[in-house]
């Protein structure tokens, strides 16, 4: 079964560092999906970046990149130059190739130390 | 962008009344919404799936006559939680995909309603 793993619930980092978090996925599917979640306090989710498995290259979306090392099946999300406003909890997920559903981790949440 | 309106984003209701959940896309066809139920400091949990013009598929342990999911229409879909209680209490997001749109790889939140029953 698809399954998506967050192992870090909870997560402090002084502002302007980099922050990695960390996400571990399993499928024997060859073509999916990973997609990575900001959730602020509001409850909004916010699309960050999305990897598919055949893509040859990491993803990057201005300071967000996605550390894609498809053999260890992680797809960890690094945040560049860390502000208060990346303050949220992040969620992991991963796209059901037969019928679209996503997988989601159970998250991280971040706090950014001023 | 495609966005997805959520209304309401708060109710607060009584216990025993139903409440009823809207998603409408505004500048795309939702060919699948998705529901999920989201308690305190936790993930996402898909409740159910519809495809426009047809019943929702349920996730087991959902009941489906409390939780009425209808998608009749490419851009409207509706949860209605029927005769509700407080253990019904959480926030509740639906997600819009359009197979045809790549903008976020076809995924589309709403902001999400926090119910409240007492």
């Known amino acids: 079964a698809q399954k998506i793993t967050q192992t870090q619930p909870g997560m402090f980092v002084q502002e302007k560092e980099a922050v990695t978090l960390d996400c571990t996925y399993d499928t024997s599917d060859p073509s999916y999906g990973l997609f990575w979640y900001k959730q602020p306090s509001s409850g909004e989710m916010i699309f960050l970046i999305y990897q598919g498995s055949y893509d040859q290259q990491n993803a990057t979306e201005g300071r967000y990149s996605l550390n894609f090392q498809k053999a260890r099946k992680s797809a960890n999300l690094v945040i560049s130059a860390s502000q208060l406003g990346d303050s949220a909890m992040y969620f992991c997920?991963?796209?059901?190739?037969?019928?679209?559903?996503?997988?989601w981790g159970a998250g991280t949440k971040l706090i950014i130390k001023p | 962008g495609a966005v997805v309106s959520q209304h309401p984003s708060r109710v607060i209701c009584k216990s025993g009344t139903s409440v009823k959940i809207e998603c409408r896309s505004l500048?795309?066809?939702?060919?699948?919404m998705f529901w999920y139920r989201q308690f305190p400091k936790k993930s996402l949990m898909l409740m159910a799936t519809s495809n426009e013009g047809s019943k929702a598929t349920y996730e087991q342990g959902v009941e489906k006559d409390k939780f009425l999911i209808n998608h009749a229409s490419l851009t409207l879909s509706t949860l209605t939680v029927t005769s509700a209680h407080p253990e019904d209490s959480s926030f509740y997001i639906c997600?819009?995909?359009?197979?045809?749109?790549?903008?976020?790889?076809?995924?589309?939140f709403g902001s999400g309603t926090r119910l409240t029953v007492v």
């Open positions: 500048d795309f066809q939702a060919t699948t």
């Open positions: 997600s819009a995909r359009d197979r045809n749109r790549a903008e976020h790889y076809g995924y589309t």
């Open positions: 997920a991963m796209r059901e190739p037969s019928n679209y559903q996503l997988i």
